[in-house]
């Protein structure tokens, strides 16, 4: 960098004069007075303009273009304007880099830039008090380059439209600082350093150059370019300024403090100063140069301030989150990816881990679109065992790649459920999924859906399989679903959300009915391949058996069709016309997968006479071949049943009054409930829902007068015309199934803003018996026009979310509605229903003069379960901030779809389960079902409605009361196992549950009630219960 000089006879460098401190002041002072007098200029220019614009608009005419008229100044003046602002048009586009000239000359300033510089660097070697005749080579060469610089200013100049702006810009001082230098040094034959050192301010361009280049791309490669920018162009800046001041001396004293530095001196004072260390072998001595050192400190410090972490972060990401995952053989792994967050990685480890607690073997692999938080990342340090995290986008073959996700067992795409844009959520995780089955076709892919319509897009992917764990967890529709059932079925949707819940909690009940539901709790839905000993016997059988010698409660089976060949699909509680084959799965009720294994292990010439549980164990029997004979089943049921009546603990007499039981009926018993001529109603072309002829919304509103409404739904809906659609086909649905007979439908009617339900009506037109009330929920005046006094539920739908809505306050219209409906007091004498189950439910309230309305509440934010406990609590009933420990939730009050993010994990272990449960909520529709059905087409009646697998034949969930109906012939019932098998026995019915008082009736003057869940078989069946059947 330094070049040797050569000397003359007296030993001084060739071509250096003696610089007096009259050429100094010159080359100092010239600068300073350009650029104020041309800011000067500028101000005036400026100034003058103005007032000639005044007196322009006061006098109409105006000087300028009486100007422009006159013939010296042109005949055409316009004319001259139009190509002035043409002109400036191309010198914008040249400056601007966006052509192939511009971009070459935008590259040579900085070079030329940067040549100047390295000229100053070389000219540093020789003191300061020195100056350099034309003699030296270098000064041409300088004065070369400023003066390309002097017509690069110009073109920037003329093009800026602000002038007094651009010459305050960063570049524009640079160059107002030392180009007059070098004009100056061409007048007095001779070159001094003077400010020269301003040019290392260009290197702040340097980012800008290498990306014009394209040797940069990457966003974290241009931040570490401009960080390195900054951080040389202030070293050098610096080092200038400490050689200048402490060369020269301070000007008041003459020089007499000066001291004889190098460039590369000052260089290392400014390193270490700004390191902070100060070693103090080089000092600086002058009073410019030690106020300047202060100042520089302060800024240094404010440097390190923002840059520093921002650059060992930036290497700590490039280290720690752009690498590509390394995959082990034999080891197993998922990536998850979309919505990547502190609550939604929680939630999501949290339910994946407890399905396989303390023997977790598969690896979570999380692919983010951006670098975690400090939070996000103390929870992948705290789980680093099985968590890996990879900056990178599911929309990028090259991040695919990256993650292995060929090799993964799945790709599980989390959905925000609290985004502002739902369908905009839903779009961009199907492409995610779209990229992902084109870069590999055979990865198995579960995707949360917030909307039920942006599902069919997913199918409609050729590389789509079902077959092989393919899979949608559509939010609206299990949400919905499971508040439309909890309208049916009071209670229903609290029975059904605890098997999904998990409680580590330990809480001590204070009530029995407290200690029934904490135990419920425990239970969930597993599944388990049946013992080969069950082949040939009916599914009653079976599921007696279960209950009675393993304490399980099978539930569903999944049976291969005789008539439909290869069809394999689940069946809810099938009649015993369906025989067990061999290795059946079966789907249980239970508190482990241990228990389950129960029914795998079972023998009959092993177990047969075994009467504790837990001694069902694998016997050395198991690989004989037995011929199953069903009369052997039923001896060995028939001996269960008398073993079971002959317990001491069953002989407790029932106590009177009315027993209510949800029930999942067979064939036979579903039809003699209600016997309707089946022709005369009109089913969709699945056979699935009830359908009718499309009605526009008008007729909707005007149907049915206020007085005509009993024993119906309301449905309480919040939103405008702005809003995301909540899908309200996915709440209507369940009530409209195909296995409820028209005569059993319930009037649906909503009340919300007309313009949000014309926007939804296209996708309920069809559907028969919905009505719309326009209005809101908080007006009581609304209430009571859609007779809700005689409603058998309202449900109150949370709206749609909001951008930046505090999680706190996205239920207050929910909770609001909710108050003001359960403000309302009602005569107990003004009900009126022939239905029997609701009016069990209401017969106590005769004793009282008024009642309140049943209500369901859905709230999106669980943690303000304690609103609506502050409105509902019982004394000494479950008072917890905790959502599914609350008297609201065990009483069916309140439901929140926050569980929905568990199924996300459960679907990867155990699909089967997800599809029960969509056959459960959504009133029949499974995986297999979504092949073959498509939503937008109707038709009057189906081909076929008569099959037994689908259409009318399959189960509903009931509550059941023990009296005045086809359960009042069950004896013995005194105890829950003598119900279950009694109804099962009888009806083929199966108890799930038990819907019962929670207090005493002096504690409990309202008669509220909770789910018990299946428990021991020897539960008392006490006054008056009612339970849950399908």
């Known amino acids: 960098m330094f070049l040797m000089k050569q000397r003359d006879a007296s030993g001084e460098p060739l071509g250096k004069i003696s610089c007096t401190s009259e050429i100094q002041a010159a080359f100092i002072l010239t600068p300073f007075v350009t650029f104020f007098t041309g800011l000067i200029i500028l101000f005036i220019f400026r100034l003058i303009w103005r007032v000639f614009r005044k007196w322009q608009n006061i006098k109409g005419t105006g000087i300028i273009l009486e100007l422009f008229s006159l013939g010296s100044i042109g005949h055409n003046p316009l004319r001259r304007l139009y190509f002035y602002g043409l002109f400036r048009d191309r010198i914008e586009m040249l400056l601007s880099a966006q052509t192939f000239v511009g971009k070459a000359l935008v590259i040579l300033v900085f070079v030329l830039s940067i040549g100047s510089l390295i000229i100053y660097f070389i000219n540093s070697t020789d003191p300061v008090r020195s100056c350099s005749s034309y003699q030296d080579k270098t000064i041409p060469v300088d004065l070369i380059f400023n003066a390309f610089f002097s017509f690069y200013f110009g073109l920037r100049f003329l093009a800026a439209d602000d002038k007094i702006k651009f010459w305050l810009e960063m570049n524009s001082i640079v160059d107002v600082f030392t180009i007059p230098q070098t004009f100056m040094s061409y007048y007095l034959k001779s070159n001094w350093l003077g400010l020269r050192f301003l040019r290392a301010l260009r290197l702040l361009e340097l980012p800008q150059i290498l990306q014009i280049l394209q040797v940069i791309k990457t966003s974290n490669s241009v931040k570490f370019s401009k960080l390195m920018a900054i951080v040389l162009s202030s070293w050098f800046t610096a080092a200038g300024f400490i050689h200048l001041v402490e060369n020269s001396g301070d000007p008041w004293l003459k020089g007499r403090n000066s001291q004889n530095i190098s460039y590369f001196e000052s260089i290392y004072l400014v390193v270490v100063t700004t390191s902070t260390v100060g070693f103090g072998d080089v000092v600086a001595k002058t009073f410019l140069g030690r106020t ?103 929309l990028k073959w090259e991040d695919l790649k990256r993650v292995a996700v060929e ?18 959520e839903d779009t961009s995780n199907v492409m995610r999924v779209l990229c992902i089955k084109n870069y590999y076709p055979k990865t198995r892919v579960i995707i949360q859906i917030l909307q039920s319509h942006n599902k069919v897009y997913l199918p409609r992917i050729p590389s789509w399989n079902w077959s092989t764990g393919d899979n949608i967890i559509c939010f609206a529709e299990l949400k919905l679903g499971f508040i439309a059932q909890g309208c049916l079925v009071p209670g229903l949707c609290t029975l059904l959300t605890s098997l999904f819940v998990e409680q580590n909690k330990k809480i001590i009940p204070k009530q029995p009915w407290e200690k029934h539901f904490l135990n419920g709790l425990k239970n969930k839905v597993l599944t388990q391949r049946l013992s080969d000993d069950f082949a040939g016997m009916s599914f009653p059988e079976v599921s007696r058996l279960c209950f009675v010698k393993m304490n399980l409660m099978l539930i569903a089976i999944e ?41 795998s292990f079972y023998c009959l010439s092993c177990h047969s006479d075994v009467t504790t549980p837990e001694l069902i164990a694998k016997c050395g029997c198991r690989n004989r071949s037995r011929q199953h004979l069903t009369g052997t089943g039923k001896m060995v049921m028939k001996s269960n049943l008398k073993d079971i009546s002959s317990t001491p603990a069953m002989q407790h007499p029932v106590s009177k009054g009315h027993s209510n039981i949800i029930s999942w009926s067979s064939l036979a018993t579903r039809t003699f409930l209600c016997d309707v001529d089946q022709d005369s109603e009109q089913l969709d072309s699945s056979g699935m829902f009830h359908w009718c002829k499309a009605t526009p919304l008008d007729k909707k509103r005007t149907d049915k007068s206020k007085h005509e409404f009993r024993n119906h739904i309301v449905a309480c809906v919040f939103g405008d015309t702005h809003s995301a659609l909540m899908g309200l086909q996915n709440f209507v649905m369940p009530l409209r199934a195909s296995n409820y007979t028209r005569r059993e439908l319930k009037d649906i009617v909503f009340i919300g803003s007309l313009d949000y339900m014309q926007r939804e009506w296209r996708f309920l037109r069809n559907f028969p018996q919905i009505y719309v009330m326009p209005g809101s929920a908080l007006y009581t005046a609304d209430l009571h026009v859609a007779n809700i006094e005689y409603c058998s539920m309202c449900a109150i739908l949370s709206p749609p979310s909001k951008p930046s809505s505090s999680q706190t306050l996205v239920d207050t219209e929910t909770i609001m509605a909710t108050l003001n409906i359960r403000s309302l007091r009602i005569g107990s004498c003004a009900h009126a229903t022939s239905d029997r189950v609701a009016t069990d439910l209401n017969e106590n309230y005769g004793k009282t003069k008024y009642r309140r309305i049943p209500v369901l509440t859905e709230l999106k934010n669980p943690s303000n379960i304690h609103f609506i406990e502050q409105l509902g609590g019982l004394e000494g009933s479950l008072k917890e901030t905790n959502l599914h420990l609350s008297t609201s939730f065990s009483t069916g009050t309140v439901f929140s779809g926050n569980f929905l993010d568990s199924l996300l994990a459960t679907a990867f272990y155990n699909y089967h389960v997800l599809e029960l449960l969509q056959m459960l909520v959504t009133g029949g529709i499974c995986s297999q079902l979504e092949q073959h059905l498509n939503k937008d087409k109707l038709s009057e009646l189906p081909d076929s409605c008569t099959t037994f697998f689908s259409g009318r034949s399959r189960c509903k969930l009931g509550l059941l009361s023990l009296d005045q109906t086809i359960l009042s012939a069950i004896k013995p019932r005194e105890t829950f196992g003598q119900l279950f098998c009694g109804t099962l026995d009888n009806l083929g019915i199966l108890c799930v549950g038990l819907y019962r008082l929670i207090e005493e009736e002096e504690w409990n003057p309202e008669n509220k009630r909770g789910v018990c869940q299946f428990g021991n078989s020897l539960t008392q069946a006490q006054q008056p219960e009612l339970p849950y059947s399908l």
């Open 407 to 424: 090799s993964a067992e799945a790709c599980l795409i989390i959905a925000n459920p609290l985004c502002s844009d739902s369908h905009a």
């Open 292 to 394: 300047f050192i202060m100042f520089f400190t302060l800024g240094s410090l404010i440097l390190f301030a923002i840059y520093v972490p921002e650059m060992v972060e930036l290497f700590a990401n490039t280290r720690n989150y752009t690498r590509s995952y390394d995959v082990v053989k034999g080891k197993k792994y998922i990536v998850v990816c979309g919505n990547i967050t502190v609550d939604s990685v929680t939630a999501f480890l949290r339910n994946f881990l407890r399905h396989k607690s303390g023997e977790i073997n598969t690896e979570i692999v999380f692919l983010g679109e951006s670098p975690p938080s400090l939070e996000l990342e103390t929870i992948f340090k705290c789980n680093l065992a099985y968590t890996t995290f990879i900056c990178g986008s599911a």
């Open 559 to 599: 049976h291969k069709s005789v008539v439909h060949s290869g069809y394999c699909g689940l069946i809810l509680n099938p009649p015993a016309q369906v025989r067990l084959r061999k290795n059946t799965l079966g789907f249980f009720i239970a508190e482990s997968s241990k228990e389950v294994k129960r029914a």
